[in-house]
């Protein structure tokens, strides 16, 4: 039983590159959510999704996109990468609501130079 | 005004004692509470989850929830070395999300 699966688990940018991070869930969950979070300090919002095929912007979109074309995926795209978006940025998904609470994937640590 | 408040920390607690952690919370219609346990470079484990006033206790943690003080507390009983964490609290709030507090951070002293 895998949960949510992020990749890659590091990865180092260069300013305006851009790339995608990967997550996926076994836990037929329909809430799936993006969260960046920045040394010391707490989750951030980033997007969120309801179900396959929508999507919403969280308390820190810009610079960020989402799809949501299956169930189980949930990817993030940056464009142009840059400094500011240094951070590990959280895959986690949910049951409608989120009233159980959440279950998060590993990770991803970017480092944009 | 944040919507989840907890003390930054480091809290730091000899082995063997109680570690209390606070949370307050500001959305009276919020109906559940959880805690989630952050090690250092990786991601948050749910620990507790309360929905009632009162306390629920499991193994050496026990969630304690006050709706009318709107307020949640995480105890850590004999708290060792290996509970030295950043401490989560989230609460689900009306609009259907978590909403996290910034975290404490706790030190259990050999």
């Known amino acids: 039983n895998a949960g949510v699966t992020q990749t890659p688990k590091f990865r180092i940018l260069k300013i305006g590159q851009s790339m995608t991070l990967q997550c996926t869930q076994d836990?037929?969950?329909?809430?799936m959510y993006w969260y960046r979070q920045d040394p010391g300090m707490g989750l951030k919002l980033i997007y969120y999704?309801?179900?396959?095929?929508?999507?919403d912007k969280g308390e820190v979109p810009n610079g960020y996109n989402v799809s949501r074309s299956t169930t189980e995926d949930f990817p993030l795209r940056l464009e142009l990468a840059a400094p500011s978006q240094t951070s590990v940025y959280f895959c986690?998904?949910?049951?409608?609501?989120?009233?159980?609470?959440?279950?998060f994937g590993s990770g991803t640590r970017l480092t944009v130079v | 005004q944040k919507e989840v408040e907890q003390n930054s920390g480091p809290l730091s607690v000899p082995e063997g004692a109680i570690a209390s952690l606070n949370c307050t919370y500001s959305?009276?219609?919020?109906?559940?509470f959880f805690w989630y346990r952050q090690y250092s470079g990786k991601s948050p484990e749910l620990i507790m989850f309360?929905?009632?006033?009162g306390d629920k206790e499991d193994g050496r943690f026990t969630a304690q929830l006050n709706k009318a003080s709107q307020y949640v507390s995480l105890l850590i009983r004999d708290s060792q070395p290996s509970d030295s964490a950043t401490y989560l609290c989230?609460?689900?709030?009306?609009?259907?999300?978590?909403?996290f507090g910034g975290g404490t951070r706790l030190m259990v002293k050999p």
């Open positions: 986690a998904s949910s049951e409608p609501g989120g009233a159980k609470g959440y279950t």
């Open positions: 836990m037929n969950h329909n809430y």
């Open positions: 999704s309801v179900g396959a095929g929508i999507t």
């Open positions: 959305d009276r219609g919020s109906q559940s």
């Open positions: 309360i929905y009632s006033n």
């Open positions: 989230a609460v689900h709030n009306a609009g259907n999300m978590l909403t």
